[in-house]
């Protein structure tokens, strides 16, 4: 079945930086793309980043663009987003979700998700 | 950027009623709406793409309609686990967005 697995979550001050990845299985990894949809604490749902199944385009949101990058590993089936210039606002879960379509198309729907690594930024 | 309204913000019901949840574009985004419900420390699970098209596992008591601007998550007769945040998401224009979300609660 498919998994997603979110690591590296924790407690950060303004400013610095952090990095999360996601480990993938149960599925051809190198068929999809992948997202990071961020939720702060008891607020909605908020997309950040994409990268396609090859890795050969990346788009961000406007929030976090020139401060975070998306990667991939198809060795490692992983995924990560590396977050830079950290501020309060990007307190949230953060979860990795599959695109719901395969291959080079982008869906734009996320039809499997991780359980979320929680980035708290305080001083 | 799309802005997604759902309203009503909280639906209270009792299990076997039936619930209908709105979600309304400020333009058009064809049917490219997916739903997602998500419960409490859990991560959001997706209901229906494409307006309507409904996800592997999905009970036939949820359904999904509407094009356009206007569409509409409906539940048949809720069951105990379906009271949810529910939360619509547009992909016709980039970046996708999330409308702020429907909370159905036991009444």
């Known amino acids: 079945q498919v998994q997603l697995v979110e690591s590296g979550g924790g407690v950060v001050q303004p400013g610095r930086s952090l990095r999360l990845s996601c480990g993938a299985s149960g599925f051809k990894f190198t068929n999809y793309g992948m997202h990071w949809v961020r939720q702060a604490p008891g607020r909605g749902l908020e997309w950040v980043a994409f990268?396609?199944?090859?890795?050969?385009?990346?788009y961000y949101a406007d929030s976090v663009k020139g401060r975070f990058t998306i990667s991939r590993d198809s060795s490692e089936k992983t995924v990560s987003l590396q977050m830079n210039s950290l501020t309060v606002e990007d307190t949230a879960v953060y979860y990795c979700a599959r695109d719901r379509s395969g291959g080079t198309t982008m869906a734009g729907f996320f039809d499997y998700w991780g359980q979320g690594a929680l980035v708290t930024v305080s001083a | 950027e799309i802005v997604l309204t759902q309203s009503p913000a909280t639906l209270s019901l009792s299990p076997g009623e039936r619930a209908t949840l709105s979600c309304r574009a400020s333009?058009?985004?064809?049917?490219?709406l997916a739903w997602y419900q998500q419960k409490p420390g859990q991560a959001p699970r997706l209901l229906f793409s494409d307006a309507s098209n409904r996800a592997t596992g999905i009970p036939a008591r949820f359904s999904g309609s509407g094009s356009g601007t206007d569409f509409t998550l409906t539940i048949s007769s809720l069951e105990p686990e379906d009271f949810a945040v529910y939360y619509c998401?547009?992909?016709?224009?980039?970046?996708?967005?999330f409308g702020g979300g429907t909370k159905v609660e036991i009444k």
């Open positions: 990268i396609w199944y090859d890795g050969s385009n990346q």
């Open positions: 998401q547009q992909r016709s224009n980039w970046p996708p967005t």
């Open positions: 333009q058009t985004v064809s049917s490219y």
